[in-house]
DNA sequence: ACCACCGGGACAACCCGTTCCT
DNA sequence: AGGAACGGGTTGTCCCGGTGGT
């Protein structure tokens, strides 16, 4: 997660890097253009939202002229989905590395929520792109579509860790399906509430402690 | 909160209503106009979102013209602002009559999960907004404070309640203060989900099975 | 002269004499608004220029609603002409009135000269006006006349006079009809210095100078 | 000055010259495009005024579309401000040519009659944005000082001059600054009689009469 | 008779995302 | 990869009638 927030210099220290790199094999150039457009991408949909948001604002950030942003992206919708799908891929990675990771069931689900709060402070001031996603889902198929998808296999996945728990016998025979999808609504719910008023409360020490009272329902 | 979804005829229809309406009294019709503007701007921003939404669009669909919308309101954020506030005023007055209305806490938790559902069908298509009024509080400090303030407000209710079943002994010596976060998120995470993704689950079952998980923890 | 900048109370000022005012006799009621609107239009033509001002704020500053202007002005342009006359009325007045009490024409051109700088003062703030007049003129044919006629009107009067002088022996036999264009002509120039940049010279004194080096070529 | 007024066809005339010019080298293009931009500025603001002429009326009739407006210009004020300079800057230069071909200072003053002259003529239909930069530079400070300073400068080469034909023994020891201040106000009364009414009177002749007296007052 | 609210459209300036051509 | 140009669309405001209350 940690690549998405990095690159977080001035237009200024940008405009010096792109002269240095003029000497670097044209390919690795390229990349490093799209990688500083996506950048900058994040941080302007974070801070405005992804209407608000300007092409050119995004471009200045970026130390780019216009003519190079349209040569990476098609449009700016294009450029917002590929910025969706590189954080999902990233948060999939994770949830398949901790799973892996882990003995029983009961270990994964507490390791999730360490994880959850890593994300909140992994994606650094660019989390509030997370609702823009979400926000956007509403009215781009396209990107409703590949919001939803992962989404839904993320409950998938948590079911059946629940169901996996309830057949070793760590875990109550309750019903995976649902307490997978309230865990997920919690921790969305978090999320935003967090996003929104974070100087309201310890929300890391909120998030455990929700779990925590989820877990009790689980628990043998 | 069934007023913030009626009028929902076509522009037409609404063409005829104000053609009729132009012999009624001065300020009868006024405040008529007023709402026509507000129902038709509810449901764009709902369908479009406040940015895409766009004046022009929001008269066209009121029947009424630009002129007559910067009358009533200076500008398409205080519009925004006016629906926020009435939207939450709603919620306020329903939750203060539930809380006036019920024995003892639990029951009136039980009856807070009812009313729940009730949101969530009561706003119709425009339920949308409500991610709207989220996402712009983001970016727009006096929509902040608008969406802040009786947020913290519900916490509060929450908390207090949640303290009076445990002094009433009803209730389990919990941790009101978060114990209520996690419940308001919950809330909030299950709203998401049903707007994001309505097909994807009984929606109201699954807040009723979540909603319940909790009061596991909290009944004596 | 006065007339035209007195009534510089503030709007609040105004809103009171308003109330006061309510059990005057309506003739004098209006009289007293329409002149309030004048004063306002006065001086927002004068601060903004003439299409700037807007109708809206000239009826702010007077406190009168936007309908009380237009029942008294049947547009902007017709007040900015009324306004336009009135000016012109009052030069014209006090044209003649300088030539009706000099003797002899030295003196009285003389005496014009005095009158030129107290136009200047007495204007007050709103002398710029002046030149939204002059500009205007060249765009609409109505404000064009009104302007046109009274100041070829200033020409041909200062021609007589110069004529006038010549009969009694008492100016050399110039040509007055160029004589008096150059004369109206080098008013004008300084008067709109001033206007530009009163602080770059004291224009009394160089008015004075000046009127006395075309008077030189003049006098026997 | 002939390049302020030139570049007189109608749109239609221009779409085609821009068709041809795709061709062209783009530094070319883009400098025609701008001098288009300034060309139709330049005519619609003397005919409707600054306020009054619309971006869309000018890009409209330079066959330019507003984008490229803006690509060129920030702003209708600066595209007025830049033709405000362009127009001081040829005149500055104008002066300085012919105080440098005269030999002494009579001669020099002769000269400048005639290119007051000139000026006039040489605007061709577009001497009333003179006015309008007048105007404007009342409302907008940076259109003063823009026009201030000039301003000031014509004024002092107008007194150094004269100061040198004193000194030289050319001219009586008049005061040099106040009469180089009402030089300059004859001058501009002048332009402004032949703008508002240009036949009203032969302004050539009347320029030179009243600039002779003037030097009547002057030469030993 | 006078005034105030309300509404009507046209249109302003500006900017946006995008494409074309070098 | 980039500078120039495109045109449609944005919010907001302007000037102005009409309708009803005082």
Sequence with gaps: LKDLSEKQMSPKMKAITKE???SQPLQERSLETRQDIMASALEQFAR???EAASVNEICLAAGVSKGAF??????????FLE???TWL???DGQFALLRAQSDNVPQALAKMTVMFGEVYTAAGGNLPVFLEFWSQAQYNPQIWQSVIDPYRR???YFAEMLQEGIDEGSLKPIDPQMTAQVMVAQAVGLLLQGLLDPDGADW???TQYGFQMILNDLLV
């Design 20 to 22: 240095r790199a003029a």
């Design 48 to 50: 405005h939202g992804y």
């Design 70 to 79: 349209y040569h990476h992206f098609s449009s700016k919708q294009e450029l």
């Design 83 to 85: 910025l969706l799908t």
């Design 89 to 91: 891929d990233l948060m």
């Design 154 to 156: 993320y409950q998938k």
């Design 204 to 206: 890391q020490r909120v």
